[in-house]
């Protein structure tokens, strides 16, 4: 499906997995079709059929007949294939991630943004996605810092500092929107280490770039300060909306990050979006260590005082800072007066489930559905809906392999990108108990901690034995590795 | 739900997701005096709020999940019985609900027990109640999937176990994945004391917290406080949450600390200073947090 017609518009973009980049942009057409479509300002005769590539929705199925591609199973698959290499690079270090990140994200507004064939432009599309993928970012690492810097007229500007609300970024992002003049990667490279320079080692440094350009306009030798960025441990990340660029790619091979290029809209923002969960921490990107946090609690209802992030007098609500009695509207924050980092104990609860990711679920073989002897369940275990489709040839179902329930699709992918629990593992005590005893004994025999301290602290903090259950299995792999 | 003409769904239609604890050591054993509300008595009162519930509106729809010390499973649900009994007379359908309810209950409190044979637990154990959780979590899933028009999803737990610390990190799984899409967790809580993990789920999720102070007259609770649409409770004076803590405690010495130290590898939490994270077996330099904010950039003020 890739061989035919009109391609020479876009043969420059696909880099060297095209393949696999193309199968993406099928499962994605039907959402597009679904919004109506971005090219809104058009009439459907404007529209030039190569910007449209309608042709990529089609299959030639075995007897030549041309069929819509079943984009739902694609996507589907494409998922599956997303979560077995994530949970493959993750089993080995599970609990090293960085949990705690300091992200700039550059967005090139070059000349280049203006370009048309995303629509309406390029750099709409991009602020359009970079809103979505803060918000996101956010609520995966509710620790974490962004900062946004953009490049114009050969200069990096720097748009916001590091912080910690969503809000604030996005409105920032939103009243900028205006491109002109290069793009310069050297210019917004030393900007962004110099800030990132400062930062507590503990962190993790990443630049995320969103480049439109095909080129670099420096003052200086760009590969000396992609060294600097080397030395200094910061992950650089591009995106590219045009060609593969060879700069980009050995910036991000440099500096360990990753160089994709969007192919349209929807790829775009699945590219974007696979920057949100934290990465692997590699151990000497960023040293371990203690932070000093504070637990506020709620202010008293009623209580009239004026905050530090906005300045006005509020009545009631609001937290107030353990240390310096200030008051702060929302957590987590820094302190405006002393500096302390301000968190409640579910934002910490928020990112456990990157430490304890459940296992993907295991595709049901066809030989089995088809087997009479086999009872299956008629029902997915989640959501009951049926999983028997007389009519309907794909009745895919996943099985999860520590409880055996049978789950839909849907379910399967809410289960692993949202819910983050196996409602089959959840529902069965028993499945529960060997795997407790089992570290239990292992743990016991290793005698590295006291186990009954650690316990009685976990289950102190949290009352949590699972996690207990779950460290030990850390613990475990940690020793290992380390031993 | 499909049968149903669509621009019939205003926003006034809800889908309750009842979680029902069937806990036996709640309802029986030592605990009889605590509770002063029966097994059979609660189960009139439920009925009762679930029968209103669809009388309030044609279109409401009412599932029920019963949260078992061993197993968690669905054991009704108003719009599949619908279409089942589609011929049955009006007055028909109430003793319908309350048969088919009552049988599959029946039938999963015997299985649930049966489950628990082999290992004897002694006292009062929790239910599982992040199961339920997470089983209400995918239908609820399954409805915004079918379409841009369907009832406004809530959650209801009528709890009454004690929590279970080794569901922590689940329950609150299930707590964000339910903030995400918007849906609130309402907790009834009629046991001996206050389920801090429903007081978080509540507050968290928007939903309502309550502890009935006499178990008695839990119909007028249920049907005052917890059967008002989404829509509704904006003109309402609903029970606000009063003091949900969120402070933590260490993992050292279990105290509650209002400052503290986090490990940066695994965000553990310590009162004080260690040279190694007992938990995850990291080696610390010095403590940071005091200078973060020196050696930084001094933020300039938002505007
Ligand atoms: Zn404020
Ligand atoms: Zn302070
Ligand atoms: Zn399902
Ligand atoms: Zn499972
Ligand atoms: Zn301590
Ligand atoms: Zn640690």
Redesign the interface.
């Known amino acids: 499906m890739s061989g035919i017609g009109i391609e020479r518009r876009f043969e420059p973009r696909k880099t060297n997995n095209g393949d696999e980049r193309r199968l993406a942009v099928d499962g994605e057409e039907e959402e597009e079709d679904d919004d109506g479509g971005n090219g809104k300002g058009l009439e459907a005769w404007e529209r030039a059929y190569a910007d449209e590539r309608s042709w990529e929705s089609l299959q030639e199925d075995e007897s030549g007949l041309l069929r819509p591609i079943d984009s739902k199973t694609l996507h589907h698959a494409q998922y599956r294939r997303r979560l077995r290499s994530l949970y493959s690079s993750s089993t080995t270090s599970r609990i090293q991630k960085g949990l705690i990140r300091y992200l700039y994200i550059v967005i090139d507004l070059s000349r280049a943004a203006a370009d048309m064939d995303f629509r309406p432009s390029r750099m709409v599309v991009v602020a359009k996605h970079a809103e979505v993928f803060i918000r996101e970012f956010f609520d995966q690492n509710p620790l974490s810092h962004i900062g946004l810097v953009t490049i114009k007229d050969g200069v990096a500007q720097c748009l916001t500092d590091l912080g910690g609300s969503p809000e604030y970024h996005v409105k920032a992002l939103m009243g900028k929107l205006e491109c002109s003049g290069d793009s310069s990667l050297q210019n917004a490279l030393d900007l962004v280490h110099g800030y990132l320079n400062q930062i507590p080692s503990y962190g993790h440094r990443e630049v995320l770039i969103l480049y439109s350009a095909l080129s670099t306009c420096d003052p200086g030798d760009v590969m000396e300060t992609i060294q600097k960025c080397k030395k200094s441990k910061i992950r650089c990340s591009v995106v590219g909306l045009s060609a593969e660029i060879y700069i980009c790619k050995h910036l991000c091979e440099e500096t360990g990050g990753s160089y994709t290029v969007a192919l349209d809209e929807s790829h775009f923002k699945e590219l974007l979006l696979e920057h949100a969960p934290p990465p692997p921490a590699i151990a000497e990107f960023a040293v371990a260590n203690l932070i000093k946090m504070g637990f506020p609690q709620r202010a008293a209802e009623g209580v009239v005082s004026i905050c530090v992030c906005h300045k006005e007098a509020k009545v009631g609500g609001g937290y107030t800072c353990p240390r310096c009695k200030a008051r702060v509207c929302e957590l987590p924050t820094e302190c405006g007066i002393c500096g302390l980092t301000l968190v409640s104990s579910p934002h910490l609860a928020r990112s456990y489930h990157h430490l304890f990711p459940i296992t993907p679920f295991d595709e049901v073989p066809s030989s089995l559905l088809n087997n009479p002897q086999h009872r299956l369940p008629r029902f997915c275990f989640g959501c009951r809906q049926s999983l028997l489709h007389p009519g309907n040839k794909s009745s895919f179902r996943a099985a999860c392999p520590k409880c055996n329930q049978h789950f839909c699709i849907d379910c399967d992918i809410y289960i692993h990108e949202s819910l983050h629990n196996c409602p089959g593992c959840e529902s069965l005590r028993h499945s529960k108990t060997p795997r407790f005893e089992s570290h239990g004994t292992i743990f016991a025999a290793l005698e590295v901690l006291n186990m009954q301290d650690l316990k009685r602290g976990v289950v102190s903090h949290m009352g949590c034995w699972a996690l207990a259950c779950t460290v030990f299995d850390s613990v475990l792999k940690f020793k290992i590795l380390t031993d | 739900m499909a049968s149903i003409p669509s621009k019939l769904y205003s926003d006034d239609v809800s889908l309750l997701m009842l979680l029902l604890d069937t806990n036996p050591f709640l309802w029986t054993g030592a605990n009889t005096t605590t509770t002063s509300l029966p097994f059979p008595g609660f189960l009139t009162h439920v009925l009762s709020f679930l029968n209103s519930i669809l009388l309030l509106n044609q279109l409401n729809q009412v599932v029920v999940i019963a949260t078992g010390?061993?197993?968690?499973?669905?054991i009704y649900?108003s719009s599949s019985s619908l279409q089942k009994t589609a011929d049955s007379s009006e007055n028909g359908r109430m003793p319908i609900l309350c048969s088919r309810l009552l049988s599959k209950l029946e039938e999963f409190v015997i299985e649930d027990e049966r489950?628990?044979k082999d290992?004897s637990p002694e006292g009062i154990v929790s239910s599982?109640l992040?199961?339920?959780l997470?089983?209400a979590?995918?239908?609820i899933?399954?409805v915004f999937?079918s379409g841009p028009l369907h009832p406004q999803p809530r959650i209801l737990c009528l709890q009454g176990s004690p929590?279970g610390?080794?569901?922590?990190?689940?329950i609150?799984?299930?707590?964000?994945?339910a903030q995400?899409?918007m849906v609130p967790i309402d907790s009834c809580v009629i046991g001996a004391q206050h389920s801090?993990f429903l007081q978080?789920a509540s507050y968290?999720t928007g939903g309502v917290y309550l502890k009935p102070q006499l178990p008695d007259g839990l119909f007028q609770y249920l049907s005052t406080v917890f059967a008002t649409d989404l829509l509704s409770r904006n003109f309402l004076r609903l029970p606000k949450p009063v003091?949900?803590?969120?402070?933590?405690?260490?993992?050292?010495?279990?105290k509650t600390?209002?400052?503290?130290?986090?490990?940066?590898?695994?965000?553990?939490?310590?009162c004080k200073?260690?040279k190694k994270?007992?938990?995850?077996?990291?080696?610390?330099?010095?403590?940071?947090?005091?200078?973060?904010?020196?050696?930084?950039?001094r933020?300039?003020p938002?505007t």
């Open positions: 010390v061993n197993s968690c499973d669905y649900d489950l628990s290992d599982l992040s199961g339920s997470s089983l979590l995918c239908y899933q399954r999937r929590d610390p080794e569901q922590y990190v689940a609150m799984n299930a707590i964000f994945s995400r899409s801090a978080q968290i003091g949900v803590d969120f402070r933590a405690s260490c993992f050292c010495h279990k600390i209002d400052m503290g130290y986090i490990c940066s590898v695994c965000l553990s939490i310590f200073h260690h994270c007992s938990t995850c077996g990291s080696v610390f330099g010095q403590a940071l947090g005091d200078t973060s904010s020196t050696d930084r950039k933020k300039t938002e």
